[in-house]
């Protein structure tokens, strides 16, 4: 992962909610290698990610790696990010999205899945960064949490303006 591309996304993230730390890279675990298809199992980075967490902390995986899970009756379907709902971890990545401003798009995705780890579910407003991506990129069309969504993560001591 690109520094810069971290220093960005954590910036971004600091806004909302400044209590975060950058850690040391380290490679994605092996055995959430998927060969068939030559991507990562997210399910099985949060996993890794969430034995290596300290309790009351969040930690969130970012890579360029391409990163799966299972949905529905599709064994290996490609996704920007994962996070399980709440939960200690989450995974985000670059791989899927557009060139021009992806720094931005991947901001959006990471916070999406702190979101989830918060316990935020998905959401119907389409502005919003707990919309539902269904398989698509709409991350140009959310600018900021709904209202419901901010109400709630200021219960999680979350900051916004």
Known sequence: MNSETTRFVSN??????PNIKILDAIDLPKESYYKERNRYRADSIIKYLSKNTTEGFVTIGLTTKDIS???????????????????KSCIA???????SNKNEQ???????????????KH?????????????????????DFCNNCKNFLKTKNWKFN
């Open 12 to 17: 971004e993230i600091k806004k909302i909610y």
């Open 69 to 87: 899970t299972t949905k529905g009756a599709i064994k290996d379907f490609g996704v920007m990010g994962l996070g399980f709902k709440p939960g």
């Open 93 to 99: 990545s670059n791989f899927r999205l557009s060139k």
């Open 106 to 120: 991947f901001f959006k995705v990471a916070i999406h899945e702190i979101g989830h780890t918060q316990g935020l």
């Open 123 to 143: 959401c119907p407003e389409k502005s919003c960064f707990m919309r539902d991506a269904e398989g698509k990129n709409f991350t140009d069309e959310e600018t």
